[in-house]
């Protein structure tokens, strides 16, 4: 059973950056991609970023492309999301999530962590 704990999050001015951190148990039978997800109140979850258990396949969505960056350590017990330029429209929680399948979907993802507060000041 993979367990994912967030850390990272906080408050920033517009333009500043954050590093979120995804603490991970070594990689099961069945993950094969470990992603970034993301919610405000009272919005749907959307997909952030994700990259495969190899490292060679990465997708971003439009909204981060070119602002943030999803790297993990050689062990694969830790994620990152490198956040850079960020904006007010980036406050969010951000989620870590496991899943079997490359997917943007976050229904394909079967563990969560707890999420991690960002939050960008105008």
């Known amino acids: 059973q993979v367990q994912l704990a967030e850390s990272g999050g906080g408050w920033v001015q517009a333009g500043g950056s954050l590093r979120l951190s995804c603490a991970a148990s070594?990689?099961?039978?069945?993950?094969?991609?470990m992603g970034w997800f993301r919610q405000a109140p009272g919005k749907e979850r959307e997909f952030v970023a994700y990259?495969?258990?190899?490292?060679?396949?990465?997708y971003y969505a439009d909204s981060v492309k070119g602002r943030f960056t999803i790297s993990t350590t050689n062990s694969k017990t830790t994620v990152y999301l490198q956040m850079n330029s960020l904006r007010p429209e980036d406050t969010a929680v951000y989620y870590c999530?496991?899943?079997?399948?490359?997917?943007?979907?976050?229904?394909?993802?079967?563990?969560w962590g707890q999420g991690t507060q960002v939050t960008v000041s105008s």
């Open positions: 990259i495969s258990w190899s490292g060679r396949e990465i």
């Open positions: 999530a496991a899943g079997p399948v490359i997917s943007r979907q976050s229904d394909d993802y079967g563990r």
């Open positions: 070594g990689r099961t039978s069945s993950t094969y991609v």
